[in-house]
């Protein structure tokens, strides 16, 4: 199976390493034959090889230069939208970072495209399947393709593949859940006593918050997760930005402290619900009780809920997810194609 | 796809109703094209009807008169055995109760049985699983049928379908949870001040806890839960005799308060882990730590935790399980074989 990546920085160059130099210690990927043909990236040039790139290479360039060079084997000044419209592969993979204010572009195109052309797609970048999950679900089942992107929401943690797999009887009719671990962090520390400035800068460094955090802080990635899970599991049409949304810009540790001296601890909690025939999604700051499973959810863990008419709930925490969980999100998706399970 | 039904307790009726009475409430079960053709059971009588018998008729006579009636349709003395030694049927549902005793027999013969006539066997009692899971599922890897047994653990919280279906690519290398209900409802109770023969008999009378309730209180229950788990998704080969296992029958009131003096909460854990080439298995009560996952899981609800070589860990907890989850497990697996999905 012949694969580009668009895009390779942290989960990309995790996948790469996964596959390549670290593929020993994974026998349970024994089975997944995939070449990478193409590495597209915005900044650090692009490479590609049909017979397959070595990927322990392409790891070694940016981690001693920071992008791939001209003189490597295969460099070209190939487009990821141009390689997604004439390169001869089987999977389109997605690993950009989400934007809103473009409403998933250019990521929705390249899928688009791909699936266009009886190319499977798995995205990690959650945009293209919070803006046009129906648009694109639609060219993929005509195609006969997969459109798939288990790790767009809590990495590798089953959501998507358990509702195809675990729960086909039954019909999701509410979700809630803590789906941004970064805020999670920043709510953690800032009980601990640290004002909400400090904490971002402490999760900038650990590499888990963006140089600029509002997409964090202000809701808009938990807005576009909680999207995805009503589009895809819950057959709602929305987009992040007609979620009710409230981030914790304004949260203080005073607040914190009163929340806490009611026994309570402050959570960025998302979720969405059937209402006739409407899905109702929301995000917002909610006081949970200390016992509640939610509050047990520390630091950067994340949590989901999920009722159904016939069974649940069913909470599926992540403790402490790290880039192997993001990428095995992907890698997950890569061997369902190929297994050809769904 | 045509079943027998071995055992039609609680589990069994509340499967019948969902695909019956109530199945105009479940549009996720609309392409389960199921035929019942015989219901037996050891005490209530037994009926047969190759044409496919009227669930809602069976239930009634449960309802009514406690067992079948020797003048409704298709009434007959044919034993279990008899039945899936002769009868003409698609897969065979075992839903009697964990017998430790006898190592899973007669459910683990009934299943032999099937198996080896190229059916499929669903189980819902764990003991076949525990004692024989190697066996039965060479036999059915060489017919060709699926051996599917989701509600043995967690009821029809996704387990074996998770590690199957979403887990694919990771060796499973240590799982630990609360998989025993009764006991945790008894330990929170305990926690309220109520002594272990109080709990228990509360149980009794919520209709969890079995008359003699030594499986769950001696901790056979979670060492048979554990074994299903090691032996299934580890590939250990271990019976619940061989688990090194410690029950709560000994837990007083006083020591339930020490603990909890110490922000600790007493937990029933079952646990499996890789030491080298071997799956070590436990059961016991641990002091969990008051913010912990697994602290969080009160009354009647349950937990797990799978640890992998490269995803995770991830955490399944089940907040309030019923009958419905229970027979859920049961009609995913029937989903399962229907769809052939796996």
Same mark, same amino acid.
Request: with cysteine; charged share 30%; aromatic share 6%.
């Given at each position: 199976m012949k694969a580009i990546l668009i895009g390779f920085g942290n989960v990309g160059r995790t996948i790469a390493r996964i596959l390549s130099v670290e593929r020993q210690r994974f026998p349970g990927l024994q089975d997944l034959d995939l070449k990478v043909v193409g590495i597209f990236t915005r900044t650090r040039g692009s490479i590609v090889d049909d017979g397959g790139l070595d990927l322990a290479c392409a790891l070694d360039?940016?981690? +001693?230069?920071?992008?791939?060079?001209? /003189? =490597?084997?295969?460099?070209? @000044?190939?487009?990821?939208?141009?390689?997604?419209?004439? &390169?001869?592969?089987?999977? &389109?993979?997605?690993?950009? !970072?989400?934007?809103?204010? !473009?409403g998933g572009e250019p990521a929705l195109s390249h899928i688009k495209t791909a699936l266009q052309r009886s190319k499977h797609a798995v995205s990690?970048?959650? @945009?293209?399947?919070?803006?046009?999950?129906? /648009?694109l679900k639609k060219i993929a089942d005509e195609k006969g393709v997969k459109f798939l992107f288990e790790s767009a929401v809590m990495d590798g943690a089953p959501v998507f593949n358990m509702a195809r797999n675990c729960l086909k009887g039954c019909q999701v009719e509410e979700i809630d859940g803590i789906l941004n671990s970064t805020t999670n962090y920043?709510? !953690?520390? =800032?009980?601990?006593?640290?004002? &909400?400035? /400090?904490?971002?800068?402490?999760? +900038?460094? =650990?590499?888990?918050?963006?140089?600029?955090?509002?997409?964090?802080?202000? @809701?808009?990635?938990?807005?576009?997760?909680?999207?995805?899970?009503?589009?895809?599991?819950?057959?709602?049409?929305?987009?992040?930005?007609?979620?009710?949304?409230?981030?914790?810009?304004?949260? !203080?540790? /005073?607040?914190?402290?009163?929340?806490? +001296?009611?026994?309570?601890? &402050?959570k960025l909690i998302c979720s969405a619900k059937k209402v006739g025939t409407q899905v109702i999604t929301t995000v917002e700051p909610v006081e949970v009780d200390e016992g509640h499973f939610f509050a047990s959810v520390k630091g950067e863990g994340a949590v989901i809920r999920l009722k159904t008419d016939l069974m649940g709930p069913i909470i599926v925490t992540q403790e402490a997810p790290d880039l192997y969980d993001t990428a095995y999100g992907v890698i997950d998706d890569l061997l369902t194609i190929h297994r050809k399970t769904i």
């Open positions: 360039a940016i981690e +001693q230069h920071g992008r791939f060079l001209p /003189e =490597m084997k295969g460099y070209c @000044g190939m487009s990821a939208k141009e390689a997604a419209e004439v &390169l001869d592969y089987d999977v &389109l993979v997605e690993l950009s !970072t989400l934007s809103i204010d !473009t990690a970048n959650k @945009g293209p399947v919070a803006f046009a999950y129906h /648009e920043i709510l !953690t520390r =800032m009980e601990e006593g640290i004002s &909400l400035e /400090e904490a971002v800068r402490e999760a +900038q460094k =650990m590499g888990f918050a963006e140089a600029d955090p509002s997409n964090d802080i202000d @809701g808009w990635d938990a807005a576009a997760k909680i999207c995805v899970l009503a589009n895809a599991i819950m057959d709602a049409e929305i987009n992040p930005k007609e979620v009710k949304r409230k981030g914790i810009r304004d949260i !203080t540790c /005073e607040y914190i402290k009163v929340v806490r +001296q009611k026994k309570k601890c &402050l």
